[in-house]
C-alpha cells in the first residue's frame, strides 16, 4: 500500500512539474490554422499586372503576333520569299519573347531576380518589336503578290506595329521615372551620409 501511494504521489508531481513546464515554456501549443503550402513555392497570379495597360498590351501583342505569324505561314508560294521569311521570323521571335515576358510579369516571377531591371528589358524588347514590326510589315508590303494571306499579314503586321508603339512610349515613361527616383533617393543618401560626417566632424573639433 505505501508503494502505491508513493507511485501516485510520485505521478502527481511529475504532472504538476509538467504542467508547470508547460506553461513557462515558451513554445506553447498554437490554435492558429495550418495553411498548406503551395507546390509552386509562393508563384501566384499578378491580376492587377494583368488588368493594367502594360498587362493588356502584352496580351494584344501575343495575340496580333500569333494572328501574324499563321497569316505568313498559309503562303504556299513566294517568289521572292526573302520578305515573307524576314516576317516571318519577327512575328515568331516576337510571339515568343512577348510571351515570356508576359508569363514572368504576370505570375511575378521578375521579383525572385531582382538584379535585373525588368523596366528596361521590357523596353529593348518593345522598341525592338516596334522597330522590326514596321521594317518587315513595309518590305512585306512593297513585294507582296496580292494575295489574302499576305494582305492579311501585313494589315495585322502594322496593326501589331502600333499596338508595340504604345507599349514602348509608357516603357520609356515608366523607365525614366524609376530612374528618377532611383537618382533621387541616391542623392538623399548622399546628403544624409554628408550630413551625419560633417556632424562628426563638429562633434569631435580635435580631429579639424
Known amino acids: 500500500m505505501r508503494t502505491t501511494e508513493e507511485t501516485e504521489g510520485f505521478d502527481g508531481e511529475a504532472s504538476n512539474t509538467s504542467m508547470i513546464s508547460g506553461a513557462s515554456s515558451p513554445?506553447?501549443?498554437t490554435t492558429e490554422p495550418v495553411h498548406s503550402r503551395s507546390v509552386l513555392g509562393g508563384i501566384r497570379c499578378d491580376l492587377e499586372y494583368l488588368k493594367s495597360y502594360f498587362g493588356i498590351l502584352k496580351v494584344v501583342e501575343v495575340v496580333l503576333s500569333l494572328i501574324a505569324f499563321i497569316c505568313i505561314e498559309t503562303i504556299m508560294m513566294c517568289s521572292p520569299c526573302g520578305g515573307v521569311y524576314f516576317f516571318e521570323f519577327v512575328s515568331c521571335s516576337a510571339f515568343v519573347v512577348t510571351g515570356v515576358l508576359l508569363f514572368i510579369f504576370s505570375l511575378s516571377l521578375h521579383t525572385k531576380v531582382p538584379h535585373i531591371n525588368w523596366s528596361l528589358t521590357d523596353l529593348v524588347n518593345t522598341a525592338a518589336s516596334t522597330f522590326f514590326f514596321f521594317l518587315s510589315?513595309?518590305?512585306?508590303?512593297?513585294?507582296?503578290?496580292?494575295t489574302?494571306?499576305?494582305?492579311?499579314?501585313?494589315?495585322?503586321?502594322?496593326?501589331?506595329?502600333?499596338?508595340y508603339g504604345i507599349n514602348t512610349f509608357l516603357a520609356v515613361r515608366r523607365w525614366r521615372r524609376g530612374n528618377g527616383c532611383q537618382g533621387a533617393a541616391q542623392t538623399s543618401e548622399y546628403m544624409r551620409a554628408r550630413t551625419a560626417s560633417r556632424g562628426e566632424m563638429e562633434a569631435r573639433p580635435e580631429l579639424a
Open 27 to 29: 513554445y506553447q501549443p
Open 137 to 146: 510589315s513595309l518590305v512585306l508590303a512593297c513585294i507582296n503578290h496580292n
Open 148 to 163: 489574302g494571306a499576305e494582305i492579311a499579314a501585313v494589315i495585322f503586321g502594322f496593326l501589331v506595329t502600333a499596338v
